[in-house]
């Protein structure tokens, strides 16, 4: 696997220690293997240099909360053609691949992307223990995505949590979503939000939003907004 300028590859004996979550999702319950601490993961030397070079923090290493109710929304949907075959699904940044699972349990056959290429590494772990055979994974870099690079749909859980990230991601929109096609994305309503929405607004596509909550096994209630981003056919 060629690597593109802004991909990272943490060293495996950094992510030596895994645990492995049992996340119920509607009728389902995922086993979702990841590293046993993200803190854990600041102290690697590959990951402090990613840092110094491009504020790279290893946020794929842990399930948030708006890739759970992401995958929850996503368990109601039928991502399969009219004529049965399987759509297409891209998911983006998908750290350990909960919402492309969930896509997957559906229909979908799914593209899981990340820049981190170990957390790839756990995606094909995950989709295979959750007994999936139909995907694919890709080192991608939102900021720089193929040309030839075009999907019906596209899952973005928890993407936004920096103002940084909303241009490159509105330009990947533009480039790789068909027409007609739909993005869902999730997000904990964190202040970069507001300017998410005023970007979207300006646009000529169709938004539909609906709040949703997770509660934590702690029983803390995290909340959160789903977007469902339909571009004009």
């Known amino acids: 696997m060629s690597l593109q300028p802004h991909l990272i590859r943490t060293p495996e004996q950094a992510v030596a220690q895994r645990i492995v979550h049992r996340i119920p999702i509607g009728e389902r319950t995922f086993e979702v293997e990841a590293p046993h601490s993200m803190d854990a993961l600041l102290d690697d030397p590959t990951v402090q240099q990613?840092?110094?070079?491009?504020?790279?923090?290893?946020?794929?290493?842990?399930i948030w909360p708006a890739s759970r109710f992401l995958a929850e929304r996503l368990m109601q949907e039928d991502f399969t053609n009219p004529d049965g075959t399987p759509q297409s699904v891209l998911e983006l940044g998908c750290g350990l691949g909960l919402a492309g699972l969930a896509a997957l349990a559906r229909g979908a056959n799914v593209l899981f992307t990340d820049y981190e290429v170990t957390a790839l590494q756990f995606v094909e772990a995950n989709a295979r223990r959750n007994g999936f055979e139909r995907f694919q994974t890709m080192a991608l870099d939102w900021r720089t995505p193929p040309a030839d690079l075009r999907v019906p749909v596209i899952l973005a859980a928890d993407l936004i949590y920096e103002r940084r990230n909303i241009a490159p991601l509105l330009a990947l929109l533009e480039q790789v979503l068909l027409?007609?096609?739909?993005?869902?994305?999730?997000?904990?309503?964190?202040p970069p939000a507001e300017q998410f929405r005023q970007a979207i607004a300006r646009t000529t596509w169709q938004i539909t939003t609906s709040a949703h909550q997770w509660q934590a096994a702690d029983g803390r209630i995290r909340s959160g907004t789903i977007y469902r981003i339909q571009f004009p056919v």
Do not use: K, Q
């Not at 990613?50 to 842990?62: N, R, S």
């Not at 027409?179 to 964190?190: F, H």
């Open 179 to 190: 027409p007609g096609g739909v993005c869902w994305l999730s997000d904990l309503d964190r």
């Open 50 to 62: 990613a840092f110094a070079i491009d504020e790279y923090m290893p946020y794929w290493a842990d």
